[in-house]
């Protein structure tokens, strides 16, 4: 079994548990500055565990370019965190651990480590997300609550952000079947502050929970809305979009959920709403049109529900050390010479610069730790523009 996991056998599953220590050093890792889903992955593979990627760091780092070692926390930080997450009534749960949605842990930004607060196991429950317009209107809300009370009572969760408009109404309408809330910030700080009441009823009452990836005590920010939708379409089969103007999160999540090869679907309106535009041209660009709760049904019932990703895990993530000769600085400054700022394929570039995939791999993950590159799904990579 490798080292950074324990597992007990049972029927046909393998179960991985992480122990204090490995939890301690995952968060620390998870939390450390320019470390993000793929490069926490690479990490572990290269070094064989979180203990020996956080020892490698300020090393990996200055090879790609970092002029200052990255701020790691502490290990009384970390568990400062830790206490925080459990006086709070949460559990952070780690990719492979029963508890983590089996979905999420698809996707290729999966996050590692997540906070739930409420009934975890909901996360196991076959989902579908409902999003839409903050500014909804009145047949919005009632199709957004007839949505998820009629799926709910199908047997499936409710995915949704918790914003104000169809989010919330999804919820309420799912708080008695199942739902989920999806947070932009720590599991202590809810936004918007009118849904503080309903996020409450979600955790408690027994059916629901809420899930994000954020550090405890993490007010959100503008910037970390989109990392919430990717989660919103990670955590679904199938994404549905009640209303959405022409610029509106709830496409980002259409686009993010299209991205992970999720089912996208749409409500129609009029076209003389603006609410109804994001939506229409949804449907136009090849999303299914929804017209009730059996429209949904039939889309997914192929994957419904004992497809192979809703049984247990066979194993967390693949952590043998995969170990590569450091790349040298002519290896370095032609990969960076092939980027520019759109996103290419990891694949392309190890064939352009002739390099092996192994050098290759590690060179992305110094540059990323440097914080001269950025990651995109499907795995690509683009040099990161400073903002102006």
């Known amino acids: 079994m490798p080292e950074d996991g324990q597992a007990d056998t049972e029927p046909q599953a393998v179960r991985f548990v992480l122990s204090d220590r490995q939890r301690l050093a995952w968060l620390r890792l998870w939390r450390a500055e320019n470390v993000g889903p793929a490069t926490f992955r690479d990490l572990i593979n290269h070094c064989g565990s979180a203990e020996q990627a956080l020892a490698m760091l300020p090393e990996l780092s200055t090879r790609g370019g970092r002029r200052r070692h990255p701020h790691i926390p502490s290990e009384e930080e970390a568990a400062a965190e830790l206490e925080a997450i459990a006086a709070h009534g949460a559990r952070l749960i780690g990719i492979g651990e029963p508890d983590y949605p089996p979905l999420l842990r698809l996707a290729d930004q999966a996050p590692p480590l997540v906070t739930v607060t ?4 909901v996360l196991q429950t076959p989902a579908v997300a409902i999003v839409g317009s903050r500014n909804a209107s009145m047949a919005g809300l009632t199709m957004a609550r007839r949505l998820a009370s009629e799926l709910g009572e199908q047997g499936h969760a409710i995915v949704s952000g ?11 309408a799912a708080l008695a079947t199942g739902t989920i809330a999806v947070l932009a910030g720590g599991p202590d700080k809810p936004y918007p502050p009118e849904n503080v009441d309903l996020l409450a009823r979600i955790e408690r009452e027994g059916k629901g929970c809420s899930i994000t990836e954020m550090p405890f005590g993490w007010q959100p920010r503008a910037k970390d809305f989109p990392r919430r939708n990717r989660v919103i379409a990670g955590l679904s089969m199938a994404l549905v ?17 299209g991205e992970l090869g999720r089912l996208v679907l749409a409500v129609p309106g009029s076209p003389l709403d603006p609410r109804a535009h994001g939506t229409n041209t949804l449907i136009r660009d090849g999303a299914t049109l929804v017209r009730s709760a059996d429209d949904v049904i039939e889309a ?18 693949e952590l043998t050390a995969m170990m590569a000769l450091p790349p040298d600085d002519d290896a370095r400054e032609k990969v960076l010479a092939l980027l520019g700022p759109t996103p290419v394929a990891v694949d392309e570039l190890i064939v352009e610069a002739g390099l092996g995939a192994p050098q290759m791999f590690l060179i992305i993950m110094e540059l990323d730790l440097a914080g001269r590159i950025e990651r995109h799904s499907g795995n690509r990579v683009s040099l990161l523009v400073p903002a102006p």
């Open 162 to 172: 918790l914003a104000r408009g169809i989010d919330g109404a999804a919820h309420e």
């Open 118 to 121: 409420g009934e975890p196991s």
């Open 241 to 257: 979009v009640v209303e959405a103007a022409a610029r509106s999160g709830s496409l980002t999540s259409a686009r993010l959920a």
């Open 300 to 317: 997914i019932s192929p994957l419904d529900p004992a497809a192979e990703f809703y049984q247990p895990p066979p194993a967390p993530m």
